[in-house]
């Protein structure tokens, strides 16, 4: 069974950059679509970028373009994820969460996907933006 964990989130002051990982475990991310998604307190939870499985797409929400990289790596041994994220607002504050899909829409990234298009999560990793 495929088991995502994200790290990387902490503190960081407005106009800084975060790099979040997303590692998996049990499966290799081969043939999955990634997307990366937020949720800040009494939201709901939004998409904010995706990767297609093999890395050729990425779709940006608009509240993260221009300001954000991702990059993938479908090693055998370790899949990971990058998303970084630059030019930190404080409405960046949120929980971070990555999630894979192997249907074709998270796995294409022709678009960003639903949430609901996801079936694996990570348990998030928590970003705070303040000076």
């Known amino acids: 069974q495929l088991q995502l964990v994200e790290s990387g989130g902490g503190l960081v002051q407005p106009g800084g950059s975060l790099r979040l990982s997303c590692s998996a475990s049990g499966l290799t991310l081969d043939y999955y679509g990634i997307g990366w998604f937020r949720q800040a307190p009494g939201k709901e939870r939004e998409v904010i970028l995706c990767?297609?499985?093999?890395?050729?797409?990425?779709?940006?929400a608009d509240s993260v373009k221009g300001r954000s990289t991702i990059s993938r790596n479908n090693a055998k041994t370790t899949s990971t994820v990058i998303l970084q994220l630059n030019d930190l607002k404080p409405e960046d504050t949120a929980t971070y969460f990555c999630?894979?899909?192997?249907?074709?829409?998270?796995?294409?990234?022709?678009?960003?996907?639903?949430?609901?298009?996801?079936?694996?999560w990570g348990q998030g990793t928590q970003v705070t933006v303040s000076s």
């Open positions: 999630a894979a899909g192997r249907n074709k829409s998270p796995a294409t990234c022709q678009r960003v996907p639903h949430k609901e298009e996801y079936d694996n």
């Open positions: 990767i297609s499985s093999s890395g050729r797409n990425i779709n940006y």
